[in-house]
T-cell receptor, first 115, second 110 residues
Framework: KAGVTQTPRYLIKTRGQQVTLSCSPI?????VSWYQQTPGQGLQFLFE???????NKGNFPGRFSGRQFSNSRSEMNVSTLELGDSALYLC??????????????FGPGTRLTVL | DAKTTQPNSMESNEEEPVHLPCNHS???????IHWYRQLPSQGPEYVIH???SNVNNRMASLAIAEDRKSSTLILHRATLRDAAVYYC???????????FGAGTTVTVRA
C-alpha cells in the first residue's frame, strides 16, 4: 500500500506570494491532518479534515487554510507569505475510527522557503 | 492538553537497550500514551501506544506506571537506524490532533 505522498517536496517563494501544498493520503484513510515544523516552535498542529469537513484547527492565523476533496486528498494554502512561514509542512492521514487509539501516518513533508 | 516532560537527549551504544522516560502527570484516565519518532529528514512515524498495561510490538516495548503518570519506551537493542527524535504524546479521546513536545533526541554510537 502506498504511503502518504506530498507535493511538491521543495518550494521557494517570496514574501507576499501565496502557496498551495498537496497531500494524498493512504488509500482508505479519511482523515488528513497538517502540521508545521520549525526549529524554533517544533511540530505544531495546523488543522484536521474528515469527509471534507474541518474538524479541528490549531492556533494559526487565517492566512493558513485548507480543504479536503471527496477522494480524501487535501490541500493547504498559505496566503501573503511571511519569512516566518519558512518551515517543513507535514501531512498525516489516518483511519480515524477512534480518536484515542488513532494512528497517524506522515508523509515526507514539503520544505517551504520564503525569501 | 496533558503536558509531558522528556529528557532533551540520550545516548546509547549499538546493540544495547535504550530506556526513554516520559512524565505525563496530568493525563486523563482515558487518554492513551502514544510514541512517535522522527528520523532525520523524514516525517514522524508511529512507534507504539498503550493505556494501562505494558505493550510490545516489533519496534519497541512500552512500560506504563501503575498510576499512569509516567511511561518508558524501551528499544531492546538499539541500531544506528534508531537514531531519531522520540516523542511521547498523550492521546485525546475528543480529537485527532497530535500535540508534539520537544521530544528526546537519541544518538546511537557504533
Amino acid at each position: 500500500k502506498a504511503g502518504v505522498t506530498q507535493t511538491p517536496r521543495y518550494l521557494i517563494k517570496t514574501r507576499g506570494q501565496q502557496v498551495t501544498l498537496s497531500c494524498s493520503p493512504i488509500s482508505g484513510h479519511r482523515s488528513v491532518s497538517w502540521y508545521q515544523q520549525t526549529p524554533g516552535q517544533g511540530l505544531q498542529f495546523l488543522f484536521e479534515y474528515f469527509s471534507e469537513t474541518q474538524r479541528n484547527k490549531g492556533n494559526f492565523p487565517g492566512r493558513f487554510s485548507g480543504r479536503q476533496f471527496s477522494n480524501s486528498r487535501s490541500e493547504m494554502n498559505v496566503s501573503t507569505l511571511e519569512l516566518g512561514d519558512s518551515a517543513l509542512y507535514l501531512c498525516a492521514s489516518s483511519l480515524a475510527r477512534t480518536a484515542s487509539t488513532d494512528t497517524q501516518y506522515f508523509g515526507p513533508g514539503t520544505r517551504l522557503t520564503v525569501l | 492538553d496533558a503536558k509531558t516532560t522528556q529528557p532533551n537527549s540520550m545516548e546509547s551504544n549499538e546493540e544495547e537497550p535504550v530506556h526513554l522516560p516520559c512524565n505525563h502527570s496530568t493525563i486523563s484516565g482515558t487518554d492513551y500514551i502514544h510514541w512517535y519518532r522522527q528520523l532525520p529528514s523524514q516525517g514522524p512515524e508511529y512507534v507504539i501506544h498503550g493505556l494501562t498495561s505494558n505493550v510490545n510490538n516489533r519496534m519497541a516495548s512500552l512500560a506504563i506506571a501503575e498510576d499512569r503518570k509516567s511511561s518508558t519506551l524501551i528499544l531492546h537493542r538499539a541500531t544506528l537506524r534508531d537514531a531519531a527524535v522520540y516523542y511521547c504524546i498523550p492521546g485525546s479521546s475528543n480529537d485527532y490532533k497530535l500535540s508534539f513536545g520537544a521530544g528526546t533526541t537519541v544518538t546511537v554510537r557504533a
